[in-house]
């Protein structure tokens, strides 16, 4: 992926997190995962569902001997990303997604895995969509019983 400002509209808690290690790289837009240690490092597949801990604002190459911190916007209500999408389509209002391998989105069937609910219905068939992630306790809620309950 490359970097590229996701955030559209809406409330911004923005947090300073440490890297997982000077020598990966996180690019601004990355969807940022907690890898259990409490640092930062980029998602690569839906099953990282439970630990996305917000989108990186800030980028850090694997080459910056400095780079030990990165700055996020964590997910909230009503807070707008855009991310692309596997396939072309039209969405509406309320479709679940999770995260694929290459950083893009992946639209659901159920809540398993879920992470973003669609925030505003495209009219027209798109690869790109608005979208709002969900709190880190709904998240582990919906990949640990795969029910609504959001």
């Known amino acids: 992926m490359a970097n590229v400002m996701r955030y559209r509209r809406g409330a911004q808690i923005q947090r300073w997190i440490a890297k997982d290690t000077t020598t990966t790289a996180i690019e601004i837009g990355d969807l940022i995962i907690d890898n259990e240690s409490g640092l930062a490092t980029p998602a690569d597949e839906s099953a990282d569902s439970t630990g996305l801990i917000g989108v990186a604002m800030s980028a850090s190459p694997a080459t910056d001997p400095s780079g030990t911190k990165v700055r996020i916007l964590a997910p909230g209500a009503g807070t707008v990303f855009e991310y692309e999408t596997t396939v072309k389509d039209k969405y509406v209002a309320g479709d679940r997604f999770k995260i694929s391998a ?19 219905s495209m009219d027209a068939s798109s690869t790109t969509v608005l979208v709002s992630f969900l709190d ?7 990949s640990n019983t795969g029910a609504g309950g959001v």
């Open 136 to 142: 880190a306790k709904y998240q582990r809620q919906t």
């Open 102 to 120: 290459a950083q893009v989105l992946i639209q659901l069937d159920t809540w398993t895995n879920t992470i973003a609910v669609l925030a505003e």
